[in-house]
């Protein structure tokens, strides 16, 4: 396959958002070393800008607008991090973003995106509701629509945490990347594609939301229907572009179960002392439930985010 | 006063030890400074090995003794950070530790210091018996007592935090530092004395163990009794070598209330991500209590520790 995001890129797109984002640090941990008997490389973008990697497909997206399309503002659907990443990539830069939010999400989700300065419009927590209410934004204001994964300007802004990844550290063996809708994980393996051939990616994914692991195994899209798990970041399908880029440049998806994502996220807790959230610890549990894959190897993990509700944690 | 430590030594301390422990990383936040219309740089003790400062002091502590003393081994009586640190380095030289502690200490104290190599030696839970029991191995073994805080290889070792700090930090106003037996803050206040001079140095005390803040205003030692705080490093009494430090070099100490350190913990979780333990956010509640002081200003704080109970989180 020819691949849709060329090297060149993948180096503008770094070049055009670094002076907007963190370059986050890579940390290891001599215990979960040991435990993995692996060398593990955590890529932490949950100290990222907005605590999540969301802000670097966010930026870009927004610097790729024609200053037309800027100035009529953008708006995405999302109660996630990519509405708080959205919110403060577009204030930052003088556009306006609207976040269509369903009435029912939580009030904190809300506010955090307010608190970047977007403007939430409330819809009817259906899907119709919800794309309807995103059309009348774009009708009344012009406004672009940004997808939260499944545009290539957000791939390519995410593909740049694996690029720092790879320079920092050498000779990884795997990359291992949280899958949710396949942003991060298209990002990360065109990045592997283009800067490290060597370096096999493997996506991470809770079994409980594994349309992804069933798609790639079926070889077409099967969409997730009701998802269930605490990795919220995780819970929706593959996309039309995300997909391709997976099926052909993934190695594999590994898939695991809730219990292993609170204890892998409570382990990195107690013995990193670094905040993840469940969709990260998606990546530490499947390096623990694979110790005979990863053994005696290198391997890069994104530690993708670290929004979490400190009043509910999930033990 | 003429100082107890020289440069000189503090230098030597730092080249002994420095092989042996992390060199931790220094962090910002913006959330955070905004709010205490401050420049903060946080010394990040939570990511030392095992988890605090405390691997300083007990690492040159040990480094410190002969090669007979370090022979027969080391013994001290601490259910905290202390006694995981001590169990580490000793086990990292080859030199066996024995760790007093009460019958009632929570398991996972024990476990922590016997998963680092020490030997948990039980007493019953009053002074006299931990004493008597500390004695008993020192009579039997020949092992050399090593105090938590109030031996000057100890508080040489606590210093080189700041040493580090003002390295990489230049034009510091203030350090502020946790307050408990004083060793930390005693060997900021020297670390200060001897290489920033015009750094004011500020001790943070839980106002529930607030011993040193009368202390230090009485002029002589008002030994803490039945200490009231989350913050459970910090619940120790001054020493007859840490007060004198203290009254001489450092500039102030600031008291904070228990709600104010949870917030404070709670605060720093949610922005910087990052797990700070109760004693360590003692010091970002003072920050915050403090506006008026730290505004404008250049501060490094010193995060003690993370080594929290994550099954018991104070809110």
């Known amino acids: 396959m020819s691949l849709p995001v060329s090297k060149d890129q993948l180096l503008a797109t770094r070049q055009l958002i670094t002076p907007h984002i963190h370059q986050t640090p ?10 993995a008997q692996a060398d593990l490389f955590f890529k932490c973008e949950c100290f990222q800008r907005t605590g999540s990697f969301k802000i670097r497909g ?8 024609s200053k037309e399309e800027q100035s009529k503002g953008v708006v995405t659907h999302s109660s996630g991090n990519f509405a708080q990443a959205l919110s403060c990539a577009a204030t930052k830069q003088g ?28 819809c ?44 920092e550290v050498q000779q990884l063996d795997y990359v291992v990347t949280p899958l949710g809708g396949g942003g991060l994980l298209s990002g990360t ?16 994914e809770p079994l409980g939301a594994d349309d992804a692991y069933r798609s790639f195994h079926a ?14 970041g995780l819970r929706t399908s593959l996309g039309d572009l995300t997909f391709p880029l997976i099926k052909s440049l993934v190695s594999d998806i590994i898939t695991v179960e809730e219990q292993e994502i609170v204890d892998a996220m409570k382990l990195f807790w107690s013995r990193a002392k670094i905040i993840i959230e469940p969709s990260s610890a998606v990546t530490v549990a499947a390096i623990l439930k694979n110790k005979s894959l990863f053994a ?11 929004n979490v509700d400190l009043e509910r944690l999930p033990w």
């Not at 609207?98 to 939580?106: I, K, L």
């Not at 406004?143 to 939260?148: D, I, K, P, R, V």
């Open 26 to 35: 890579v940390v290891t941990n001599n215990t979960i070393n040991q435990m």
């Open 58 to 65: 966010a930026t870009n997206a927004i610097l790729s607008l």
């Open 95 to 122: 556009v306006k973003a609207w976040v269509v939010m369903p009435q029912n999400a939580p009030s904190v989700k809300k506010a955090a995106a307010q608190g970047y300065g977007g403007e939430i419009v409330e």
């Open 124 to 167: 009817a927590p259906t899907l119709v509701d919800r794309e309807k209410t995103a059309a009348m934004v774009i009708e009344k204001y012009g406004a672009t629509l940004l997808h939260s994964y499944n545009q290539y300007p957000v791939i390519r802004g995410q593909a740049t945490a694996t690029m720092e990844l790879l320079e």
């Open 189 to 204: 393996a065109l990045a592997c594609a283009h800067f490290s051939e060597r370096t096999k990616v493997i996506g991470a």
């Open 219 to 232: 070889g077409k899209i099967i969409p997730q229907t009701n998802p269930q798990t605490i990795a919220d």
């Open 296 to 306: 005696g190897k290198r391997v890069g993990v994104i530690l993708s985010g670290g």
